[in-house]
């Protein structure tokens, strides 16, 4: 009897610790971000993820988080619109292409111009590895703007940012470590940032 009552109170405690575990994680508070009221009746399904425009000193990291977030976007539940489609279209009638803003890109233009729903604006603030002797901060900060075509307006924006510490015992040795950070780093921050979209309409 007493190893019956044991094992009841065993799987009693382990249900208690599953659920506990589940409440704790489905209340993991989302980074801070906007969302427009009422999202999901704006109808947004095609998306299209412009070029990122590149503010760090990282001159090939632009084009690797773009195809991440092309990926990213498409896993929320939206049709993946191919980034080399996207830039035949637009890179004739805008000059700077490469570093768009809703100000010289306007999203109404690139909807007219794609027949898309809305246009993600993505910025990589930074993406820069600073060094102190044996020691290295990699950061990485991006900035997402997704705006309809029909008003021009934000309908979600967030930002976030996230920095990667590394000690190693030789300087070539810390330089090679940090070059590794860059891409998981990219990948936490979408991933991050994804937990704030709402799914689209093929999830």
Same mark, same amino acid.
């Given at each position: ?9 065993? /799987? ?9 575990? $589940?409440?704790?994680? !489905? ?12 999202? +999901?009746?704006?109808? *947004? &399904?095609?998306?299209?993820?412009? =070029?990122?425009?590149? @503010?760090?000193?990282?001159?090939? #990291?632009?084009?690797?988080?773009? %195809?991440?977030?092309?990926?990213? *976007?498409?896993?929320? !539940? ?8 996207? %830039?035949?279209?637009?890179? =004739? ?5 490469? /570093? ?5 890109? =306007? =999203?109404? @233009?690139?909807?007219?111009?794609? !027949?898309?729903?809305? *246009? ?5 603030? +930074? ?8 020691? #290295? ?7 997402? %703007?997704? &705006? ?5 307006? $934000? ?5 976030? $940012? ?8 030789? &300087? %070539? ?6 070059? @590794? ?5 990219? +990948? +936490? ?10 799914? !689209?309409?093929?999830?």
């Amino acid at each position: 009897m007493k190893k019956i009552e044991r094992g009841r109170n065993l /799987r009693c405690c382990l249900l208690i610790a599953v659920l506990v575990i $589940s409440l704790l994680t !489905g209340c993991a508070k989302k980074i801070p971000h906007f969302l427009t009221p009422e999202y +999901e009746k704006r109808g *947004v &399904r095609l998306i299209a993820v412009l =070029p990122v425009a590149n @503010q760090s000193k990282n001159a090939e #990291a632009a084009a690797l988080f773009r %195809d991440k977030v092309l990926e990213a *976007v498409y896993f929320q !539940g939206y049709p993946k619109i191919p980034l080399n489609a996207i %830039d035949e279209k637009i890179s =004739p009638f805008f000059n700077d292409y490469r /570093r768009p803003t809703p100000e010289t890109i =306007p =999203p109404r @233009q690139i909807g007219e111009l794609l !027949g898309v729903d809305a *246009v993600l604006y993505v910025t990589l603030k +930074e993406c820069d590895t600073s060094f102190l002797l044996l020691y #290295a901060a990699t950061a990485v900060t991006a900035t997402f %703007d997704l &705006r309809s075509v029909k008003t021009n307006e $934000s309908i979600w924006n967030t930002k976030f $940012s996230l920095t990667e510490r590394n000690f190693e015992i030789t &300087r %070539d040795r810390l330089r090679m470590k940090s070059c @590794q950070v860059f891409e998981p780093a990219m +990948e +936490e921050i979408i991933t991050k940032v994804m937990e704030t979209l709402p799914l !689209g309409p093929d999830a």
